[in-house]
């Protein structure tokens, strides 16, 4: 089931959310740099 | 992996699109220092008949083994550089290209010292990938003698005829009630106003 | 045109591909043939069901000037020539309501119950001629194009003044029905902007303003044609001559493209205010009728045809040749060429060339008895392979079969198998390796290049059909960027073992890059979101192991994507500066301490 997620970029920094399902995969855009190196953060703290 | 590997290294100016911004007197030079490698020479353009002819040439006097060509990308003429060698009764899977021109004399032609330290790179990298090279075989499929053609406009039309003319079987799918596409509803068409 | 009887054509109007499946020589394809209620082999296109419907509809591309029943024939030579039925208007699916065209025909054509029939062939290579559309200009509404009725599309203008429109070849203006005394071109609407419609030239839209001006000066001699243009592009054999006899006959060209078209609400003329660069700055005209000469545009439907073929398309929307002057009608996938605008807006002259050239092509493959498969295919170790059935689970292709109760190694069916390369990287025992492609060669690679000063080097992992050509494409349109990068080509990010990754940081290197295609444009169904799924996993790896996941980023850049290209390289020299010797020194020793 997906359920919002922190998401943070890799490549800038910025954090933010979207949709995430665990092991479904799919195309992610950081909203800040456009880089597609956005790690899902799920149960993390900033 | 020793079954005496020999590797010839091929590079290639390319005019002046490669050998403006690298050194291939120095490339061949490097190339020359790499383990396994038995053979180096510069071409102006190796793709070139007396350039293929060359490759040709040193796979037999020198004995090669493996060939490394450091010139173009190898979207371009891997197929080229596999057929040459073919001709000489050499496995195509034994040839290795080095990018120096998309991926390094163009895109860096402003910074020529690390452009050649990262042509050696490349060399190095493609060098050391020959060296494990295998000869391959390659699986030969049956042909189906028909065609698909998706879109029943001008074009498709014309591309199915051609075809069904050259003695094959088309099957022509058009989304719309009837082909003709743009073209059937225009009135009169340049250059010719008919 | 005789493709409608044609013994070696089967065509298939009214139909869909629903799904491709294979490879060179051998696709299976699937169409849906979508339902016309009109047997059209039967149908003689007597006309009598059309007299009996009762069901009035405006006719399309006809600016409402005509009407139609809801069976009919789209135009009087359409092929085949047979009638459809219009599911949305006609009345005959609820037996009660209608069936009067049924009741009239005599053969028996027309049946209220077809269904949509599913047709299943196979193919040895395949055409894409999916064209392109005409542009809208709803948008451009500073041209009124919907709330003036003498405002018309260069495509209207076409029907209009056609054999089949309803005027019978006489062009006359929609509110009051009468002869033009002029009219006025406006070029490029939608073509050449960066805002809307499209960025590119389309082409054909000079030349045809030119036809249309020579036919009406022809046929009205004393009609006033105006040209709005920023250039005019002439650039076809003839095509100046066109362009001079057009301005000989007294056709006037104006350098300029208008601001806006205003309405005389009373006469309905239409006042245009342009300011003409070669003249006196801001001038107005007054003219009865405005045809927007309007470009084309990518279809909306043609994603799905680019999907099932893993077409990958440039940033306006056009289909990616291999390469653009070697094999400038092939597509990446084998087999597969282009004929037509879907590779970019043409006339019907280049359209024609292009198709014969597309046709040549799928000729020298279909004249052959058999065709090469590249050997790239996965094969197995039987000493290493476990029989745990997760290459099975993870094959895009199902080309891989396993009989878990006898414990036998799992076995490649090598027709099937792509080459991506997603089982030897999640095998975790190592028992997958691929041909060309196997572990030795890539370890070899990335040896070679972090031999020396590895710290100032950014290891680059592209695949073979997006990333790898999208960085060629970026020398070939001689963009720079720095320097520290080194690519190593794989077919597929799929192949992409995080033991790769590992052994690059182990060795030294300061970040590591996977670059590949986007999901949607994936050469192998999804192995690239099975990538991108290992890389998250890794990041959590080596968050856990004290190595900063920052060091490993992926990238999905396609092979037209070149701004993105040298974007990614730019801002991954940034990063690697910020890496430390004393970083990298650190995972050095992490990762040469733990075993796996
Ligand atoms: S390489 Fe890809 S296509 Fe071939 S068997 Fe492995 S997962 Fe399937
Ligand atoms: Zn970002």
Redesign the pocket.
């Known amino acids: 089931m997906a359920t919002e997620s922190d998401f943070k970029c890799l490549r800038c920094g910025h954090w933010f959310k979207t949709n995430y399902e665990k092991n479904k995969p799919e195309e992610r855009t950081c909203p800040k740099c456009g880089s597609n190196s956005v790690r899902p953060m799920p149960e993390k703290k900033k | 992996m020793s079954e005496n590997v020999r590797i010839g290294v091929f590079v290639c100016e390319c005019g002046t699109n490669i050998a403006s911004t690298i050194d291939c007197d120095k490339l061949v030079e490097y190339a020359k220092s790499l383990p396994d490698v038995v053979f180096s020479i510069k071409n102006r353009y190796t793709c070139a008949e007396p350039g293929q002819q060359e490759i040709q040439k040193f796979i037999k006097e020198e004995n090669l083994n493996r060939v490394v060509i450091a010139s173009c990308t190898p979207k371009m003429h891997e197929p080229t550089f596999r057929n040459c060698v073919i001709d000489v009764g050499f496995n195509p899977y034994l040839v290795e290209m080095a990018n120096i021109r998309e991926h390094c004399s163009w895109v860096h032609h402003n910074e020529k010292s690390a452009a050649n330290v990262k042509a050696r790179d490349l060399v190095n990298s493609a060098v050391s990938r020959a060296r494990f090279l295998e000869p391959q075989k390659e699986l030969e499929v049956p042909v189906t003698h028909s065609a698909l053609v998706i879109g029943g406009g001008i074009a498709g039309i014309q591309s199915a005829l051609d075809l069904a003319e050259s003695g094959f079987d088309v099957h022509l799918v058009e989304k719309e009630a009837s082909i003709g596409g743009i073209m059937a509803q225009l009135n009169k068409t340049y250059p010719t106003i008919d | 045109m005789d493709v409608g009887r044609h013994p070696k054509i089967n065509l298939l109007a009214y139909s869909e591909v629903e799904d491709i499946s294979g490879y060179i020589g051998n696709f299976k394809v699937k169409v849906r043939k979508k339902a016309r209620y009109v047997d059209e082999v039967e149908c003689t296109s007597c006309d009598d069901c059309v007299d009996v419907c009762p069901v009035v509809v405006p006719k399309e591309h006809q600016l409402g000037l005509a009407s139609r029943k809801a069976i009919y024939i789209p135009f009087p030579q359409a092929v085949p020539a047979s009638y459809i039925i219009d599911e949305e208007n006609c009345l005959g699916f609820n037996p009660i309501a209608c069936g009067k065209c049924a009741e009239k025909c005599d053969k028996n054509c027309i049946d209220y119950d077809a269904k949509d029939e599913i047709v299943e062939f196979d193919v040895g290579s395949i055409i894409v001629a999916s064209g392109l559309d005409v542009y809208d200009p709803t948008e451009f509404d500073e041209y009124g194009y919907t709330r003036f009725e003498n405002v018309l599309t260069s495509m209207e203008l076409e029907i209009l003044t056609g054999p089949g429109g309803v005027t019978k070849g006489k062009l006359i203006r929609p509110t009051d029905r009468k002869v033009p005394k002029s009219i006025g071109f406006i070029q490029c609407v939608g073509s050449r902007c960066e805002s809307r419609g499209t960025a590119y030239c389309s082409n054909i839209c000079c030349m045809n303003t030119i036809k249309d001006t020579l036919l009406l000066r022809e046929y009205y001699h004393d009609i006033d044609c105006k040209v709005f243009y920023m250039d005019i592009r002439a650039f076809g054999k003839g095509f100046e001559d066109f362009y001079r006899r057009s301005k000989a006959l007294g056709v006037e060209y104006i350098r300029g493209i208008p601001g806006d078209i205003r309405e005389d609400p009373k006469t309905k003329n239409l006042i245009l205010s342009v300011e003409n660069t070669t003249g006196n700055g801001i001038e107005e005209y007054e003219l009865d009728m405005v045809v927007l000469s309007v470009g084309m545009v990518p279809r909306k439907d043609s994603n799905s045809i680019n999907k099932l073929l893993t077409l990958q398309t440039t940033s306006d929307g056009l289909l990616m040749e291999v390469h653009p002057k070697l094999t400038p009608i092939d597509a990446p996938t084998a087999g597969v060429f282009f004929a037509g605008c879907c590779e970019a807006p043409k006339d019907i002259k280049d359209s024609v060339t292009q198709a014969s050239g597309a046709a040549a092509r799928a000729a020298s493959i279909l004249s052959k008895d058999k065709v090469k498969i590249p050997a790239l295919?996965?094969t197995v170790d039987d000493d290493l392979c476990k029989s745990c059935g997760i290459?099975v689970k993870?094959?895009?292709?199902s080309?891989?079969t396993i009989d878990m109760k006898a414990k036998e190694p799992a076995k490649?069916i090598e027709a099937?198998?792509?080459?991506?390369?997603?089982?030897?990287s999640e095998c975790k025992f190592d028992a997958?390796s691929?041909k060309h492609y196997n572990d030795a060669q890539i370890i070899a690679q990335i040896d070679a290049i972090l031999e020396e000063n590895p710290e100032e080097k950014v290891l680059v992992f592209a695949c073979n059909w997006c990333s790898y050509p999208g960085a060629d494409l970026v020398g070939i349109s001689r963009m720079q960027y720095p320097t520290s990068s080194r690519i190593i080509r794989i077919m597929c990010t799929?192949r992409l073992d995080e033991k790769f990754i590992l052994h690059a940081l182990k060795l030294g290197a300061p970040i590591v890059l996977m670059s590949g295609c986007h999901p949607a444009d994936c050469h192998?169904i999804n192995?690239s979101l099975k990538a991108q799924l290992r890389i998250e996993k890794l990041w959590n790896k080596l968050e856990r192991k004290g190595i900063r996941p920052e060091r490993v980023q992926f990238e999905w850049i396609s092979a037209s994507e070149v701004g993105k290209f040298v974007k990614t390289m730019e801002e991954l020299e940034e990063f690697r500066k910020s890496v430390t010797k004393k970083e990298i020194e650190e995972t050095k020793k992490i990762l040469s301490k733990s075993k796996k």
């Open positions: 295919t996965a290459c993870v094959c895009p292709y080309a891989i490649i099937a198998c792509k080459g991506c390369g997603t089982c030897a997958i691929m799929g192998y192995a």
